[in-house]
């Protein structure tokens, strides 16, 4: 398992940019899938991008896709969410999650390790 804590979050206007960041700590991570997931208030979690151990996969939602970009980089242990063109209907807690398996995986139930969320809220 990873423990992750996630960084980067705010508030700022339609058409702007965020890039958050995932600290992790323990020695699986390199060897580890990794996501980003958000949750709107009063919505079910969803998946927003996911990158496998070496970062040679990626995944995106639909609705993130060609403005979101995932990275990583094991010699940071970290792991990244670059926002552009954000929109009002972007603004959630956006969760880091870690898996125990190396593959990207899109579905939540993949995930064994989540940091604690941070928030991104995008004004119109």
């Known amino acids: 398992q990873v423990q992750l804590r996630e960084s980067g979050g705010g508030s700022v206007q339609a058409g702007g940019s965020l890039r958050l960041s995932c600290a992790a700590s323990?020695?699986?991570?390199?060897?580890?899938?990794m996501g980003w997931f958000r949750q709107a208030t009063g919505k079910a979690r969803e998946f927003v991008a996911a990158?496998?151990?070496?970062?040679?996969?990626?995944y995106y939602s639909e609705s993130v896709k060609g403005r979101f970009t995932i990275s990583r980089d094991n010699a940071k242990n970290s792991v990244y969410l670059q926002m552009n063109s954000l929109k009002p209907e972007d603004t959630a807690v956006y969760y880091c999650?870690?898996?125990?398996?190396?593959?990207?995986?899109?579905?939540?139930?993949?995930?064994?390790?989540w940091g604690q969320g941070t928030q991104v809220t995008v004004s119109s």
């Open positions: 990158i496998n151990w070496s970062g040679g996969s990626t």
């Open positions: 999650a870690g898996s125990a398996y190396s593959p990207a995986f899109t579905q939540t139930w993949r995930y064994d390790s």
């Open positions: 323990g020695r699986t991570f390199s060897s580890s899938g």
